[in-house]
């Protein structure tokens, strides 16, 4: 066996990220990994060949893109007051 293990901070060092996304994801199942027993998270060369591979295909949208108006509306009516607000009420 001739590929060296390398250690979280390791691989977070290298990937330019933080050490505990590394063990979250880890934990999750996300990326590959392997375990030397209950404590000890280790990762080859390979796996972190794969968790680059992973995420750099898969570039997640932050926010999701605004709804459009279906083409059959023409315009917009201001929605009306439904009854008296809290506010309307304490003052009378």
Same mark, same amino acid.
């Given at each position: 066996?001739?590929?060296?293990?390398?250690?979280?901070?390791?691989?977070?060092?290298?990937?330019?990220?933080? /050490?505990?996304?590394? +063990?979250?994801?880890?934990?999750?199942?996300?990326? %590959?990994?392997? =375990?030397?027993? !209950? *404590?000890?998270?280790?990762?080859?060369? /390979?796996?972190?060949? +794969?968790?680059?591979?992973?995420?750099?295909?898969? %570039?997640?949208? =932050?926010?999701? !893109? *605004?709804?459009?108006?279906?083409?059959?509306?023409?315009?917009?009516?201001?929605?009306?007051?439904?009854?008296?607000?809290?506010?309307? =009420?304490?003052?009378?």
């Amino acid at each position: 066996m001739t590929d060296r293990l390398l250690t979280r901070q390791e691989v977070a060092d290298r990937l330019g990220i933080k /050490a505990r996304w590394i +063990q979250r994801k880890c934990q999750s199942g996300e990326i %590959p990994c392997t =375990r030397l027993g !209950p *404590r000890y998270i280790r990762f080859t060369e /390979a796996q972190v060949e +794969q968790i680059i591979a992973f995420h750099a295909d898969e %570039p997640k949208a =932050r926010r999701r !893109p *605004r709804p459009v108006a279906p083409s059959n509306v023409t315009e917009l009516k201001p929605k009306t007051p439904r009854g008296p607000t809290r506010r309307n =009420r304490a003052g009378a």
